[in-house]
């Protein structure tokens, strides 16, 4: 009876092993997929008048969250194929796109980004730059300002936002549109300080957080406020995010007071808004 017994006890040990033995494979195997599992990423498109202080409140954000971020830059507007535009009617990846408000407006009406998702980041003026270690014109009133158009030998501005109300607002209002048109460059994939950098301008005209940290060039100044036009920077969810969640994190994290002075230091103003409506 006792050895009966024994075998027993011993037969159902034997089959106890083995479905031990496959709970803790499961169990181990699971804890090595979370260990190894990829970190949360997010593809993002941000404008150049943006750039600066992207460059530096993105990498606080990775390193805050583990978030990778994926980025690509470009012009809010125009044809360019880098623009924003551009690259979402060639359905690049984004789920995260930063540009110009009135540029992002479009993309809403278009069904591309999710209307409520819309932060605004900052606001941005318009400059005014020279190649280094030429004169500085005077662009304090607006009759000095129109002065220095007028006497420039060449003018270059952006293909985007702020190029293109120069070119089809503020100088024909200036009535000098027709006068300078020969004369004035439209630059297209790159930075107008790059252009005067390099001697292809006179001067150049962009958002001040663009033209802050080219080398080789002298910031003149804001242009005169009766001719300024203010940009609003904002950030939206594209309608194909794949992770609109962490998006809306990222998101939540460029309009922080936190990252005020990094804003503030770029050259923009900081806007700490709530979704717009």
């Known amino acids: 009876m006792t050895s009966g017994t024994t075998g027993e006890h011993r037969g159902v040990r034997k089959k106890a092993w083995p479905a031990l033995s496959f709970v803790g494979l499961l169990l181990a195997t699971t804890l090595l997929a979370a260990a190894f599992q990829a970190p ?81 980041l900052a606001s941005s003026r318009i400059g005014m730059a020279v190649r280094h270690g030429t004169a500085i014109p005077n ?29 089809t607002v503020l100088f024909p209002r200036l009535g000098i549109g027709e006068q300078i048109a020969h004369k004035s460059i439209r630059v297209v994939g790159e930075r107008v300080g790059t252009v005067v950098a390099r001697g292809d301008a006179d001067i150049g005209f ?48 460029l309009s922080s007071p936190n990252a005020a002075p990094i804003i503030t230091k770029t050259g923009m103003t900081p806007q700490l808004s709530i979704p717009s409506r």
């Open 40 to 120: 949360a990423r997010l593809d993002v498109m941000s404008s150049g008048g943006f750039t600066a202080a992207y460059l530096e409140l993105s990498k606080a954000f990775s390193e805050q969250t583990g978030v990778v971020l994926d980025t690509v830059y470009g012009a809010s507007m125009g044809g360019a194929t880098s623009a924003i535009p551009s690259r979402l009617q060639r359905n690049e990846a984004a789920d995260v796109v930063i540009l110009a408000g009135e540029a992002l407006a479009l993309l809403v009406g278009s069904g591309q980004v999710v209307a409520d998702s819309r932060v605004d």
């Open 206 to 253: 962009q958002q001040v957080s663009e033209l802050l940290p080219i080398e080789g060039i002298t910031y003149v100044g804001p242009i005169p406020d009766e001719t300024q036009k203010i940009t609003v920077f904002a950030a939206g969810v594209t309608t194909s995010a794949k992770d609109p969640d962490t998006a809306k994190r990222l998101i939540a994290f």
């Open 139 to 167: 662009i304090r009133t607006i009759e000095a300002f129109t002065q220095t158009l007028l006497q420039t030998k060449s003018i270059a501005y952006s293909a985007s936002a702020s190029g293109t109300y120069l070119s």
